[in-house]
């Protein structure tokens, strides 16, 4: 079992930055492919970033390549979100998710509870 807690969403103008962070707790985090996901109102969840055990592969939507940095620390059992240039539709509520294998599908085992991002124009 893994327990994951989101942390560091806000209100930001656009332009702005914001850094998300994702604690775990649990066993064997390290061995964990971990992934965040977003979803505005009325909207399906959609993949942002993820990150393999190793930290050496990432992927990300092509809406945020460039501007957002998905990272690991695995001595504090952390993920984060390096988000800058933040633009109005990357509204949303945030989720990190944490599973076998990196992937752009929703087929995490674990989830955590979301935190909201707000980019006012």
């Known amino acids: 079992q893994v327990q994951l807690v989101e942390s560091g969403g806000g209100l930001v103008q656009a332009g702005g930055s914001l850094r998300l962070s994702c604690a775990a707790s649990?066993?064997?985090?390290?061995?964990?492919?971990m992934g965040w996901f977003r979803q505005a109102p009325g909207k399906e969840r959609e993949f942002v970033a993820a990150?393999?055990?190793?930290?050496?592969?990432?992927t990300y939507a092509d809406s945020v390549k460039g501007r957002f940095t998905i990272s690991r620390a695995d001595a504090k059992n952390l993920v984060y979100l390096q988000m800058n240039s933040l633009k109005p539709e990357d509204t949303g509520v945030y989720f990190c998710a944490a599973g076998q294998v990196v992937t752009m599908d929703p087929r995490y085992a674990y989830w955590g509870q979301g935190t909201q991002v707000t980019v006012s124009s």
């Open positions: 649990g066993r064997s985090f390290s061995s964990y492919a």
């Open positions: 990150i393999s055990w190793s930290g050496g592969v990432t």
